[in-house]
């Protein structure tokens, strides 16, 4: 059964501190890997995706597959950076059903 | 352009009654998408539209729950009759393809009392 974990459910940082969000993963096979986001009083939406490889608002995520994990990083961190971030995995090809973890609410102090 | 609307906003019910939830997805996307988060948990995947047709309901937790996408436009999601473990907010997500970034709508609360 593909499962994501995401240990913190809060995260609390000072501003211009870096960011790690954790995130492991279980799946038989290669899934898909992605980071979404939801602002305070926004809707859902997707921040990145581990085969874009790209750095969306200084965010990255590296794909471990040794480790199974799926960490989301920033170096320094800003007050607008404050959401709740989910991670989430598909089967691989594509979004399809999207299995998410429980999601780490992000705290950056000024 | 429109993103993903959902109806209504928050529904507060009484255990036992019914409700229905409404999902317009984004003009031009066939595949349509129903996820809940019951408090404290993750997300989880209800079902996927493929047009009018249902591609996947594996994640629908029981027959009290019932989803339609007449015409293909959009879908409801109906709950009868509701029990506590119900509440929760129930997203609805919209992608051009199959393989498309999923666009979320607000999401619906639900709330059985």
């Known amino acids: 059964a593909q499962r994501v974990t995401q240990p913190e459910k809060l995260l609390s940082v000072f501003k211009g501190a870096p960011v790690e969000l954790k995130c492991n993963y279980s799946?038989?096979?290669?899934?898909?890997l992605f980071w979404y986001v939801q602002y305070s009083r926004q809707r859902l939406q997707l921040l990145l995706r581990?085969?874009s490889r790209e750095s969306i608002k200084g965010f990255t995520a590296d794909l471990n597959k040794g480790e199974t994990s799926f960490h989301l990083k920033k170096p320094f961190a800003q007050e607008e950076d404050s959401a709740m971030y989910y991670c989430?995995?598909?089967?691989?090809?594509?979004?399809?059903?999207?299995?998410f973890g429980t999601g780490t609410k992000l705290q950056v102090i000024p | 352009e429109a993103g993903v609307t959902q109806f209504p906003s928050h529904s507060v019910i009484e255990k036992g009654q019914t409700v229905t939830l409404r999902c317009d997805p984004i003009s031009g996307h066939d595949n349509l998408y129903w996820y809940r988060r019951v408090m404290g948990k993750e997300i989880k995947f209800l079902l996927h539209?493929?047009?009018?047709?249902?591609?996947?309901e594996s994640g629908m937790p029981n027959n009290r729950f019932l989803a339609e996408r007449t015409g293909g436009t959009y879908s409801t999601l109906k709950v009868q009759p509701a029990e506590l473990e119900d509440s929760g907010v129930y997203f609805c997500?919209?992608?051009?393809?199959?393989?498309?970034?999923?666009?979320f709508g607000p999401g619906t609360r639900l709330t059985v009392l």
């Open positions: 989430a995995l598909s089967p691989s090809g594509g979004y399809q059903k999207v299995t």
């Open positions: 581990h085969i």
């Open positions: 539209f493929v047009k009018e047709s249902k591609q996947d």
């Open positions: 997500a919209s992608s051009q393809e199959r393989f498309y970034e999923q666009f």
């Open positions: 799946y038989s096979g290669s899934p898909e």
